[in-house]
């Protein structure tokens, strides 16, 4: 089984910026890559950010020069430094890996609890 635990997050206003950090433990072998989604009220989730064991990042055209991710895959740790923010960053932030528990064992997806973020007028 595989925890990740999210902290940051919090209410800013429009202009400003946060960081969001995940860490990962329990039963993991690797991790093959990390990532962070949102879901807003109302709206579908969306990936806003990946990064994979090798550095390779990807991120969603409305983040993009806004938001950076990181990770350390030795902490087992993947972070987003979110600037110059927007009310329509306002939502519920997810980190997300695909880690596999044993050398045999298949992929499977787990999530963080949740950060909510908001920027405010």
């Known amino acids: 089984q595989v925890q990740l635990v999210e902290s940051g997050g919090g209410a800013v206003q429009p202009g400003g910026s946060l960081r969001l950090s995940c860490v990962a433990s329990?039963?993991?072998?690797?991790?093959?890559?990390m990532g962070w989604y949102r879901q807003a009220p109302g709206k579908q989730g969306e990936l806003l950010a990946s990064i994979t064991y090798r550095g390779d990042t990807k991120y969603r055209d409305s983040v993009k020069g806004r938001f950076t991710i990181s990770g350390d895959y030795a902490k087992n740790t993947v972070s987003l430094q979110m600037n110059s923010l927007k009310p329509a960053d306002t939502a519920v932030y997810y980190c997300n890996v695909w880690a596999r528990a044993n050398r045999v064992s298949n992929e499977y997806n787990y999530w963080g609890q949740g950060a909510q973020v908001t920027v405010y007028s």
């Open positions: 329990g039963s993991i072998f690797s991790i093959n890559i």
